[in-house]
């Protein structure tokens, strides 16, 4: 009988983690960034987005950013709205459509996205396509995350659009012995294939009261958004 309780325990027990680690959205987040981008011009992305659960299997993004572009002959403000609904499983991957608002010069822009993300131990690859009419940026974009720790992930992106090619290589890490989870560093470099252009950029991000890991937050928390003009 004693077996028995011992067994039942620990079945309950394997049960509730299971299904704990099945949800969506583990616990809801807000998140504030930064990042310097040097391209053909200066960019200065300032954002802040959350994640929230819509029961276990789905959940939803929010988000706003203010981009200020500095170009050699012109300087100019530009913001985002962007909202998103999700399935995700956290051992398989995720399923998303977003649909945003691109404001500049007193004109905005409607933009539509699917993106799909399917999760492998320490590998996470990803396409996602967006249809908008700044600059019929609708072909397939490619993208691959490898985790080298919980804590520090490669990206590898390809951004193939209708007017050039990028390529672009992103670390992010946490530095969690020093100042805790909550904060995240990104260090990008990215090549351009028809205009030889290249760009390099550093970025952080926040999450108040998050104790987790880099790889954690990515697929039981918040989500890896992939967005022209968005972080």
Same mark, same amino acid.
């Given at each position: 009988m004693k077996k028995l309780l011992i067994s039942s325990a620990l079945f309950t027990t394997l049960f509730l983690q299971t299904a704990?680690?099945?949800?969506?959205?583990?616990?809801?987040?807000?998140?504030?960034?930064?990042?310097?981008?040097?391209?053909e011009g200066d960019i200065i992305y300032l954002q802040a987005d959350a994640t929230f659960a819509l029961g276990d299997n789905f959940g939803f993004t929010v988000g706003a950013n203010n981009l200020n572009l500095n170009f050699y002959d012109e300087t100019d403000n530009a913001q985002n709205l962007r909202v998103a609904g999700f399935f995700r499983n956290p051992e398989h991957g995720r399923i998303e459509l977003a649909y945003q608002q691109f404001f500049s010069n007193g004109e905005n822009e409607?933009?539509?996205?699917? !993106?799909? =993300? &399917?999760?492998?131990?320490?590998?996470?690859?990803g396409m996602y396509a967006m249809s908008d009419e700044?600059?019929?940026?609708?072909?397939?974009?490619?993208?691959v995350n490898f985790y080298f720790t919980d804590n520090i992930r490669l990206d590898i992106d390809l951004l193939d659009a209708s007017d050039n090619s990028v390529i672009s290589t992103t670390l992010n890490f946490q530095a969690s012995d020093y100042i805790g989870n909550e904060w995240q560093f990104n260090l990008s470099y990215g090549e351009g294939f028809w205009d030889n252009d290249n760009q390099w950029g550093i970025g952080v991000k926040y !999450?108040? =009261? &998050?104790?987790?890991?880099?790889?954690?937050?990515?697929?039981?928390?918040?989500?890896n958004i992939k967005s022209f003009f968005f972080l």
């Open positions: 704990f680690a099945e949800k969506a959205v583990e616990e809801n987040t807000i998140s504030y960034s930064a990042k310097y981008n040097s391209a409607d933009l539509y996205s699917i !993106t799909g =993300e &399917y999760y492998l131990e320490n590998w996470t690859v700044l600059s019929d940026l609708n072909d397939a974009n490619i993208y !999450t108040p =009261e &998050y104790n987790d890991t880099l790889k954690r937050f990515y697929r039981n928390y918040s989500t």
